[in-house]
């Protein structure tokens, strides 16, 4: 049995649980895949936070699918393929497209406040979709209402334990193979084992790396970065996508303005009051994002400015109100009227393309190990992601290992046992809670500064050292969540910024001054870390060249 090497052996004999699967994380990922085990299996799932304080919670825009007529899984993926800049993974992308239908229909039987008009589906238009085929419930509340409905579905089974509050401190393997989890009860401060044939990923993103994002306050790359300790690779770290249309403020999170609103035809405008996205791409602001954020940072930085408009004013207000409640109400709080104002808006962190990397099956290079959602990198996205294909690749990858599952938990033998393992327990004092603190925004500044939407080597490798200098600044974690999600939050960022800085060139959403243009001879190819090349400054796996090859 391998015990997590940042903890300490202590005295005392473990706590111990047992299950088939424990799922890790409570978004549509986590969610989906604990529904669907739970019909076979004995499931945990396990939330660091309460089921709906997570990243899809807060998701406005919605699904994209083909449910129209004059729609098709192939135009999706024409669309997908082309906004991903040359990355995609094709089999994963035509998985994504063909299955994805099926799996929103699904959805919405356990869902039914998909808007509708006269029975028929609303689809929206984002940016990059060729045609509007982004399914919504709730106006721009798709998020809550998804994570409500299938929390609902979940509590209705009785096979799946919910374990709130529980952060989950580290993998546990065996013989090459993951075993479970080790969690701290954040309100007792006790570790428990939590042993299964299986374990599934779904932990989200790592917005919190940076100072401003879109993502809340949990979204700190735990799932990443245990995978990568317990021994899985983690591909395609440097493409972090910015969204274009955060309110400008200094809030965290940063409060998204859905791109649906510049699908319903909303202008993004510069200081002198221009179009500036007219002529720059035939589908002007509702280009895809990497397109139009490079685009924002120019004028913005041609005026010196942070922040560019969102301009509504031109539309119908009834229509924005009933559309978009959740914008017009929040901006209302904010001291912004939608149908009158124009909003202050800037590019702001929105969502992790890479993370532990899957085959089709949502497998993870570690056998027992799956991900999904957020902290996978399945490949569907290539270096830069279609507007709301994130729900929907969360909904087919984890319907896809709930089938896979059956598979993998028959073919093991022996399920397994606990051997003599001890209780992990706090180092000394640990760290204090004010250097925590410090170290947090320290790394939130270097990033934003650093490995943020332009990028140059020099910056990189001022990043780099200054995420090894804060590392070295701790004393090994000791029973504090704010701890773990540092050493984690760490650990990721050190990722970004080595793989942002071994790619030379600019592609999708890694922008490089230093190296403006697209390589495809040197660089259509994926850059993995696993602990075999960990060390900074070391080699990084490559993967083949061509995007079906990870
Ligand atoms: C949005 O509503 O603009 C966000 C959709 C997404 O990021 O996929």
Same mark, same amino acid.
């Given at each position: 049995?391998?015990?997590?090497?940042?903890?300490?052996? &202590?005295?005392?004999?473990?706590?111990?649980?047992?299950?088939?699967?424990?799922?890790?994380?409570?978004?549509i990922?986590?969610?989906?895949?604990?529904?669907?085990?739970?019909?076979?299996?004995?499931?945990a799932?396990?939330?660091?936070?309460?089921?709906?304080?997570?990243?899809?919670?807060?998701?406005?825009?919605?699904?994209?699918?083909?449910?129209?007529?004059?729609?098709?899984?192939?135009?999706?993926?024409?669309?997908?393929?082309?906004?991903?800049?040359?990355?995609?993974?094709e089999e994963?992308?035509?998985?994504?497209?063909?299955e994805?239908?099926?799996?929103?229909?699904?959805?919405?039987?356990?869902?039914?406040?998909?808007?509708?008009?006269?029975?028929?589906?609303?689809?929206?238009?984002?940016?990059?979709?060729?045609?509007?085929?982004?399914?919504?419930?709730?106006?721009?509340?798709?998020?809550?209402?998804?994570?409500? &409905?299938?929390?609902?579905?979940?509590?209705?089974?009785?096979?799946?334990?919910?374990?709130?509050?529980?952060?989950?401190?580290?993998?546990l393997?065996?013989?090459?193979?993951?075993v479970?989890?080790?969690?701290?009860?954040l309100?007792?401060g006790?570790?428990?084992l939590?042993?299964?044939?299986?374990?599934?990923?779904?932990t989200?993103g790592?917005?919190?790396?940076?100072?401003?994002?879109?993502?809340?306050?949990?979204?700190?790359?735990?799932?990443?970065?245990m995978?990568?300790?317990?021994?899985?690779?983690?591909?395609?770290?440097?493409?972090?996508?910015?969204?274009?249309?955060?309110?400008?403020?200094?809030e965290?999170?940063?409060?998204?303005?859905?791109?649906?609103?510049?699908?319903?035809?909303?202008?993004?405008?510069n200081? &002198?009051?221009?179009?500036?996205?007219?002529?720059?791409?035939?589908?002007?602001?509702?280009?895809?994002?990497?397109?139009?954020?490079?685009?924002?940072?120019?004028?913005?930085?041609?005026?010196?400015?942070?922040?560019?408009?969102?301009?509504?004013?031109?539309?119908?207000?009834?229509?924005?109100?009933?559309?978009?409640?959740?914008?017009?109400?929040?901006?209302?709080?904010?001291?912004?009227?939608?149908?009158?104002?124009?909003?202050?808006?800037a590019?702001?962190?929105?969502?992790?393309?890479?993370g532990?990397?899957?085959?089709?099956?949502?497998?993870?290079?570690?056998p027992?190990?799956?991900?999904?959602?957020?902290?996978?990198?399945t490949?569907?996205?290539?270096?830069?992601?279609?507007?709301?294909?994130?729900?929907?690749?969360?909904?087919?990858?984890?319907?896809?290992?709930?089938?896979?599952?059956?598979?993998?938990? &028959?073919s093991?033998?022996?399920?397994?046992r606990?051997s003599?393992?001890?209780?992990?327990?706090?180092?000394?004092?640990?760290?204090?809670?004010?250097?925590?603190a410090?170290?947090?925004?320290?790394?939130?500044?270097?990033?934003?500064?650093?490995?943020?939407?332009?990028?140059?080597?020099?910056?990189?490798?001022?990043?780099?050292?200054?995420?090894?200098?804060?590392?070295?600044?701790?004393?090994?974690?000791?029973?504090?969540l704010?701890?773990?999600?540092?050493?984690?939050?760490?650990g990721?960022?050190?990722?970004?910024?080595?793989?942002?800085?071994?790619?030379?060139?600019?592609?999708?959403?890694?922008?490089r001054?230093?190296?403006?243009?697209?390589?495809?001879?040197?660089w259509?190819?994926?850059?993995?870390?696993?602990?075999?090349?960990?060390?900074?400054?070391?080699?990084a796996?490559?993967?083949?060249?061509?995007?079906?090859?990870?």
């Open positions: 049995m391998t015990r997590p090497d940042f903890l300490a052996a &202590a005295e005392g004999e473990p706590a111990s649980r047992f299950y088939d699967i424990i799922v890790v994380g409570s978004g990922a986590g969610l989906t895949a604990a529904v669907g085990a739970a019909r076979h299996f004995k499931v799932l396990i939330s660091k936070s309460v089921l709906r304080d997570t990243t899809t919670f807060l998701a406005q825009g919605g699904i994209a699918a083909a449910l129209s007529e004059q729609d098709s899984p192939e135009l999706h993926m024409e669309d997908t393929i082309r906004a991903g800049a040359g990355l995609c993974d994963a992308v035509r998985i994504l497209v063909n994805g239908p099926e799996r929103v229909r699904e959805l919405m039987e356990i869902c039914p406040k998909f808007d509708r008009s006269g029975g028929d589906l609303v689809l929206a238009s984002e940016g990059a979709h060729s045609v509007p085929r982004i399914a919504h419930a709730g106006g721009d509340a798709t998020g809550s209402e998804v994570v409500s &409905a299938l929390a609902q579905a979940m509590r209705q089974g009785s096979r799946v334990q919910v374990l709130e509050h529980e952060f989950v401190v580290d993998l393997t065996d013989g090459g193979r993951c479970g989890t080790v969690s701290l009860n309100r007792s006790e570790f428990t939590n042993f299964a044939s299986a374990v599934v990923l779904a989200g790592c917005g919190q790396v940076y100072s401003l994002t879109t993502n809340p306050a949990v979204a700190t790359g735990d799932g990443m970065a995978a990568f300790r317990a021994g899985a690779t983690v591909s395609d770290m440097e493409f972090v996508q910015f969204h274009p249309t955060g309110l400008y403020s200094d965290s999170p940063i409060f998204l303005i859905t791109e649906a609103l510049r699908g319903e035809g909303a202008y993004l405008l200081h &002198a009051g221009e179009r500036f996205m007219l002529g720059v791409h035939p589908q002007a602001e509702l280009g895809p994002r990497d397109v139009v954020v490079k685009e924002m940072v120019r004028h913005m930085q041609g005026a010196g400015q942070e922040f560019l408009y969102l301009d509504a004013t031109h539309l119908d207000c009834q229509m924005l109100r009933e559309r978009f409640p959740n914008v017009y109400d929040t901006l209302r709080e904010r001291g912004y009227d939608l149908c009158k104002d124009r909003i202050p808006v590019p702001v962190c929105h969502y992790m393309i890479g532990v990397k899957t085959d089709v099956w949502g497998r993870s290079t570690l027992g190990l799956y991900a999904s959602g957020e902290v996978s990198s490949g569907v996205h290539g270096a830069n992601r279609l507007a709301s294909n994130s729900l929907l690749e969360g909904l087919v990858f984890s319907d896809r290992i709930v089938r896979d599952l059956d598979r993998y938990v &028959a093991l033998g022996e399920r397994a606990p003599q393992v001890q209780l992990p327990q706090p180092r000394g004092d640990g760290n204090r809670p004010s250097q925590l410090e170290n947090r925004r320290r790394l939130q500044k270097t990033m934003t500064a650093e490995v943020g939407i332009v990028r140059r080597d020099a910056g990189l490798l001022r990043a780099i050292r200054e995420i090894n200098a804060l590392s070295a600044s701790l004393e090994p974690p000791g029973a504090s704010e701890e773990y999600e540092l050493f984690n939050l760490l990721i960022a050190g990722q970004i910024a080595r793989a942002a800085r071994l790619r030379h060139e600019s592609r999708g959403s890694h922008l001054e230093d190296f403006p243009a697209r390589d495809d001879a040197a259509r190819r994926h850059i993995n870390f696993s602990v075999r090349n960990k060390e900074d400054g070391g080699p796996e490559r993967g083949e060249p061509g995007g079906g090859n990870r």
